[in-house]
Structure formats: C-alpha cells, structure tokens
C-alpha cells in the first residue's frame, strides 16, 4: 500500500491563535476529533460505493438492528420454557410458524434464543474488536513513527504474538481465570492486535515521508502531537476496517469457546446454542437445533468478510488472508 | 551461504520465541487463584497434610525457585505429573500426539493439494461461471465455524443416513490394534478416520485455494508467461508449468498464518467426534482443573507451531531466493 485511503486528513490546523492558552488547546482538541471523524466518515462512504459494500453494510446493519431490538422482535425470553395448550412442554417441535426455527428439548423457542444471541455475540464482539484494534493501532503508530529500538523490541513482541495458537491460549485463559466474557475478550485483545500493529506500522512508515508530516515537525510539534494528530487520522480508514475484520473473528472466538463449553451459562449467545445442541444427545431428532444459530455465525462472518472484498476493491489491495 | 545466513536467523529467533514462550507458559499458571495445588489440595485437608502435598507439588518455593526447577525438569522432558490421571503428563500426551498426528498430517496434505489445484484450475479456467462459484464456494465454507459444518456433518452422515461413524479411532471391542503403524493401518480406523479428516481438509482448503487462484491470475500477466507463450509453447504447458509453480510460493507464505487456525479447527474437530488427541485433552483438562495437562499441551502446541513456523520460513528461503537478501 502506497497510498492512504482518501489521502491525508485535509482539516486546517488549529486555529485559536488569537485566544487564550486554554482556548486553543480546546480548539485544537476539537479540530482533532474532527480530523478522525471526518477521515472515518471517508472510509465510510468509500465502503458505501464500492462494489458489494451497500450490501454488507446494510446486512450488518440488520444484524446490529437485531440485537437492540431484542426484546421487540423476540417472541420469548432466552430461558422461557413454552407450554403448549394442553399445558405441557413443547419439546423438540420442528420449525413451524409458532417457532420458526423449532424448540429444544427444555422447550425454549429456538427463534428467541438466536435473537437474544445476536445482543451478547456482538456485543462481546464489538468490545473485544475495540479493545484489540486500540492495541494495535497504538503499537503500530509508535513503532513506526519512532523506529530504531523500539521499533526492533515492539516487532519482536509482535512475532511472538504471531507464534501463539489462539485457540489453546484462550482455553488455557478460561482454565485459569475462569469462564466469563472478560476472559474472552482478554483471549481476543493480547493475540489479535498483532496484524493491525503490522499493517498500521507499514502505512505509517509511507506516512511519515511526506510533505505534511514533515511540515508538521518543522512547524515544531511535539512526537505525539505528530503521532495523534498528523499520522492516527490517517489510518483511522485501516483501523476501521481491521476492527471490522476483528469483529468477524471475536465472533468466532466466542462461539468456538462458547461450543467447547468454556464460556459463562448465564446468557445466550449463537455459541452456547450450538452447545446446548450438541451435548443434548437430540441432534439425530432435531436437526433445526444445530442448524440455525450456525447460520446465524456464518451470515454475519460472511458479510464481514464481503466488506473486505469491499475494501480491497477500493484499495486495489491484497490483505493477509487471516488476522 | 546466504541461505544459511538466513536460516540461522530464523533459528535464532526462534529460540528467542521458545525463551518467550516457556516461562509465560509457567507464569501464566501462576495466575490461577491460589495456586494450582489448591485444585487438588483440599481445605479441609489436615495442614500438616497440606503441606507435605504442597512440598510435593513444589508451590512452597519462592516463584524463581520454582522457574529455575520447571525449567530443570523441562530439560529432561519432565512436563509434571497429571491430577486427573496421576501419571507423567509427558506419557499421555506422547499417545495424544500420535493419534492428533494421524488425523491433522493428512488433512494438511490434501487440502493443499486439492485447495491448489482447484484454484490453479479456477484460475485459468476461461469460464467465469465456474471461477464465480469456486470462489463464493470458498468464501461461504471460510465464514462457517468449523463446529457447525462438523455437527451438520455428523448429522447426515452419522445420525442420518448412518454412513460413518461419529465418535472415536475405532469400534470399542475390536480390541488395541496395537501402537505405532499397526494402530491405523485397518480398515475400523480409516472408517472412523473419513468424517473428521473430510472436515479438516474442507476447513483448511479455501486459504491455499484462494491465494493459489489469486496468485495465478497476477502471473498470467506477466511478462515471462507472455515470452512462454510468444515462444510457441502450448497453453495448458504455459499455464500449469510456468505460471502455477510460481503461484505456489505465495501458498507457501501462507502457511505460518495458518498454524495457528489449524491447531484451532484441530480442537474442536477432536471435540465433536471425541478423537482422543491433544485438543480433546486440552479441554478435558480444563473441566478436570488438570493444570499440570493443561501446561503440558499448551507448551507442546507452542513449540509445535514455532516449529512449524521456522522450518516453513526457511524453506520459503529455498524456494524464493529473493526473501534471502532482506
């Protein structure tokens, strides 16, 4: 990559000279914000008009809509146990109209378990994916733009966050520390910055020749100002989409513990009902179990994954294939 | 020479990887609440009692000690002694390993080299339809969590139409077939073998398919393709002798990214068809609060994948003289 995506940030610069100290650091706080928020609406649109990106954003969306209304759209709660008229359970019902995707053999409505799902999934999702892309963004932009040792140690770090298999640290988490959301998150944040780090680092390593950057050094600010207001508003487009990508794999980080039966039994995500499913002995019956909240996980993975393309079509871009 | 200069590097960091790895493995069980005796230590237990099995346990010691003797025994493949099974972890998990091995090694194989054909295949292919469904194919199988497509698999194929079996190596009954290569040269194991191994394969294949496909496209553009063809050489000689061996070192690239996705499929495939490996192992040794097991597979997986790692990197080296100069 050459290039950043939409070029550098074009805010003007502070502008508070003729007010008092305080005054211009506000104003200069504001002018910052604004830089981020004007570069991820950019990339927002980008999205929009490449080829495939209206509809994985509007999928997504759907998704997110899903999970606030929850409580509107499911018919029951997660853990309702549903009696027919007779006034006994409805056991391991297929699909029908009452129960679109069937009941388990507790009677809860499938339907209501993978819209109750969707809240924790992507929530847990989201938080992680933030927590994560925060890393590594940072340990990209600082390892880029100071070089030398700190570059050598920070890259060092990442490699070895390359050589760690995900999936027996985060079971070895969950041993340790117990099962809950935290944990999962934590699993996610201290692996998975490592491929932001590195992609960030590369474009600020392009970022850091040109004229602006320069511009702004001379003009004599400080490293961190360069760092957090010339260089980060540039490569908020990467972090978008990197977070974005981190969403799709938190997701699977969490149903693939969920499904192994090492996340919290509390609450439903699409992960503890393929769990459920599983260890119920009822899957030679009751194949709507296992079939729709895996549907679910695959639907959302696989708009994520068309917003990549997206991203790569407007970029010209190869990525690494995985995170 | 430039290539040893490069494969010494490698190596180097390897082992600064493995002085990484090894004490954040010890640390990281240090974290667990009390210490991990408490899983075996009762408090009810008579103190004096608690102490001697503390001793035993060597958790008594300050946290240094305790490193420099972990690291001791280490160096003489002592992993510690299993809670739940009260034998050397290092003889379970020798077992686990080989019955792991003999389901994730062919795996690795075929998909690579069903994922490159098909995508040397898909690449060259003047039919666009096909390139089309090939890929969205691929994308589809890489968005669905490998649980899932292993439970819908099991549900045909095992509950269903009762094709497969759906758990273990082989029949219970049909007695130990033996170790080492006698274990699974019958036909009971290689019908228990055929559903996990399908899933494995059909999980790793869209990466190698998919950069193969890719990899494929921005050759046949190139100017050496063009001078084959200008040559006279014949399409089908261009396409599969000059543009696909070239296409082949990005697959190569690829594979260190993919350790860690592997190991991770590897689990959970142990986990739905109850193959007695090391993942199944992992996640048992979770819900029995085995912490000395749980030390030993997370150790052994790390030094698997940088392992893995080093050597494919090297022989990347070889294959592509050019990564040697960086």
């Given at each position: 990559?050459?290039?950043?995506w939409?070029?550098?940030s ?9 007010h ?5 650091t506000?104003?200069?706080r ?5 830089r981020?928020?004007?570069?991820a ?12 990106g ?9 998704f997110?809509?899903?999970?606030i ?6 018919p029951?709660?997660?853990f309702?146990?549903?009696?027919g ?12 109209l ?5 009941t ?7 339907f209501?378990?993978?819209?109750w799902g ?6 847990v ?10 890393i ?6 600082i ?16 490699d ?14 969950v041993?340790?520390?117990g ?18 780090a ?7 390593l392009?970022?850091?020749e040109r ?6 050094v ?24 990197y977070g ?17 039966g090492?996340?919290?039994?509390d609450s ?12 119920s002995q009822?899957m030679?019956?009751a194949w ?6 895996g549907?679910?996980?695959m639907m959302?993975v ?6 990549g393309?997206?991203?790569?079509a ?8 995985r995170? | ?19 990484v790895?090894v004490?954040?493995t010890?640390?990281l069980f240090?974290?667990?609440?009390g ?5 075996v ?8 009692v608690q ?14 000690i ?23 972890v ?6 686990k390993?080989f019955?792991?091995?003999?389901l ?10 069903l994922?490159?054909?098909?995508g040397?295949l898909?690449?060259a292919s003047?039919?666009s ?8 194919a691929?994308?589809?199988v890489?968005?669905?969590p490998?649980?899932?497509t292993?439970?819908?698999a099991?549900l045909?194929f ?9 758990v273990?190596m ?18 009971d194991?290689?019908?228990h073998?055929?559903l996990?191994?399908?899933i494995?394969?059909?999980?790793f294949?869209?990466e190698p398919?998919l950069t193969?496909?890719?990899a494929?496209?921005?050759?046949l553009?190139e100017?050496f ?16 002798w000059?543009?696909?061996r070239?296409a ?5 690239t690829?594979?260190?990214?993919l ?9 959970i495939?142990?986990?739905v ?5 090391m993942?199944?192992e992992?996640?048992?040794?979770v ?5 000395p097991?749980?030390?030993g ?10 392992t ?10 070889y294959?592509?003289p ?5």
């Amino acid at each position: 990559m050459t290039r950043g995506w939409g070029g550098p940030s074009r805010a003007e610069p502070g502008r508070g000279w003729n007010h008092t100290v305080a005054s211009q650091t506000r104003a200069r706080r504001r002018t910052d914000l604004g830089r981020y928020g004007r570069a991820a609406l950019a990339a927002l649109g980008d999205l929009w008009r490449a080829p495939g990106g209206k509809a994985a954003i509007v999928f997504l969306a759907g998704f997110v809509l899903i999970a606030i209304l929850a409580p509107v759209i499911a018919p029951y709660g997660p853990f309702d146990r549903v009696r027919g008229g007779d006034g006994r359970l409805d056991r391991l019902l297929p699909p029908s109209l009452e129960h679109p995707f069937g009941t388990t053999n507790f009677g809860r409505d499938i339907f209501s378990q993978v819209i109750w799902g969707t809240r924790r999934t992507l929530s847990v999702g989201a938080v992680a994916a933030l927590a994560t892309v925060v890393i590594g963004v940072n340990v990209g932009l600082i390892s880029g733009y100071l070089g030398g040792k700190v570059d050598a140690f920070l890259m060092r770090v990442t490699d070895s966050a390359y050589a760690i298999p995900f999936l027996p640290f985060a079971i070895v988490l969950v041993g340790v520390l117990g099962r809950s959301d935290v944990v999962l998150v934590l699993a996610v944040a201290s692996l998975f910055w490592r491929t932001t780090a590195r992609v960030v680092r590369s474009q600020v390593l392009t970022l850091k020749e040109r004229a602006f950057v320069k511009a702004a050094v001379v003009g004599g600010a400080s490293r961190w100002r360069v760092v957090y207001t010339h260089l980060a508003p540039n490569v908020v487009s990467l972090a978008l989409l990197y977070g974005m990508l981190l969403v799709a794999e938190a997701v699977l980080a969490e149903a693939s513990l969920s499904f192994l039966g090492l996340a919290p039994t509390d609450s439903v995500s699409w992960g503890t009902v393929m769990f459920d499913a599983f260890t119920s002995q009822e899957m030679r019956t009751a194949w709507w179990w296992a079939l729709f909240p895996g549907l679910a996980i695959m639907m959302f993975v696989f708009a994520i994954s068309l917003l990549g393309r997206a991203y790569d079509a407007v970029q010209g871009s190869r990525r690494d294939v995985r995170l | 020479m430039a290539l040893a200069r490069y494969a010494l590097s490698r190596l180097a960091l390897m082992a600064a990887t493995i002085a990484v790895l090894v004490p954040l493995t010890f640390l990281l069980f240090r974290a667990v609440p009390g210490d991990p005796s408490a899983a075996v230590i009762g408090p009810n237990l008579d103190p004096a009692v608690q102490g001697v099995l503390r001793e035993r346990y060597g958790v008594d010691e300050p946290l240094a000690i305790q490193l420099v003797k972990y690291l001791g025994r280490l160096a003489h493949g002592d992993l510690g002694m299993s809670f739940q099974y009260k034998r050397p972890v290092s003889e379970i998990l020798a077992g686990k390993l080989f019955n792991t091995g003999v389901l994730v090694v062919p795996a690795i194989v075929l998909a690579l080299l069903l994922g490159t054909a098909i995508g040397a295949l898909t690449a060259a292919s003047r039919r666009s339809l096909l390139d089309r469904v090939v890929r969205n194919a691929a994308f589809t199988v890489k968005a669905s969590p490998i649980f899932w497509t292993a439970s819908l698999a099991v549900l045909l194929f095992s509950l269903r139409l009762d094709w497969l079996p759906s758990v273990g190596m082989r029949t219970p009954g049909q007695g130990d077939a033996g170790s080492g290569l006698a274990a699974i040269w019958s036909t009971d194991f290689l019908w228990h073998l055929a559903l996990p191994l399908a899933i494995m394969t059909l999980f790793f294949m869209p990466e190698p398919l998919l950069t193969m496909r890719t990899a494929m496209k921005e050759n046949l553009h190139e100017d050496f393709i063009e001078l084959a063809q200008a040559q006279g050489l014949r399409r089908r000689r261009v396409i599969y002798w000059h543009a696909a061996r070239n296409a082949l070192l990005p697959v190569v690239t690829l594979m260190p990214a993919l350790t860690g996705v592997l190991i991770g499929g590897q689990v959970i495939v142990e986990t739905v068809f109850s193959w007695p490996g090391m993942g199944r192992e992992i996640v048992n040794a979770v819900n029995t609060y085995d912490y000395p097991m749980m030390q030993g597979v997370f150790l052994l997986t790390g030094l698997l994948a940088v392992t893995v790692n080093t050597v494919v990197d090297i022989l990347y080296a070889y294959l592509d003289p050019r990564v040697r100069l960086t």
